[in-house]
């Protein structure tokens, strides 16, 4: 049973920073991929980042990249991001994903773009003013 809730979303400041937390899967009985998307209001999904338990580079979308890390807590099954210099248009409802993979899919390529995740989250919304 996996059942992802996010949670770290408000409102901030232009320049400042957010970290969004995701839980509710647990890589030690499998390998995960592990993502972050968002959506802006009349906007499509787009991938923020994403991840692989099982190794393997992150990958960024291009106006996120060194400002957004993705990270994993391995002691409490924790998926984070990590927002620093936010911007008005990072503003979304940021979603968490997780597949569960015995191969790194989501490595591949801009595979993991599609969203083809078994599992998401409920939403958390950041809002930059």
């Known amino acids: 049973h996996v059942q992802l809730v996010e949670s770290g979303g408000g409102s901030v400041q232009a320049g400042g920073s957010l970290r969004l937390s995701c839980v509710g899967f647990d890589y030690s009985s499998s390998n995960y991929c592990l993502g972050w998307f968002r959506q802006a209001p009349g906007k499509e999904r787009v991938g923020v980042g994403v991840m692989y338990t099982g190794g393997g580079s992150a990958r960024y979308l291009g106006s996120v990249e060194g400002r957004f890390t993705i990270s994993l807590d391995n002691a409490n099954n924790t998926l984070y991001l990590q927002m620093n210099s936010l911007k008005p248009d990072d503003a979304a409802m940021y979603y968490c994903?997780?597949?569960?993979?015995?191969?790194?899919?989501?490595?591949?390529?801009?595979?993991?773009?599609?969203?083809?995740?078994?599992?998401w989250g409920q939403g958390t919304q950041v809002t930059v003013s």
């Open positions: 994903a997780a597949d569960s993979a015995s191969w790194g899919w989501c490595m591949d390529g801009d595979s993991w773009l599609s969203g083809s995740f078994g599992y």
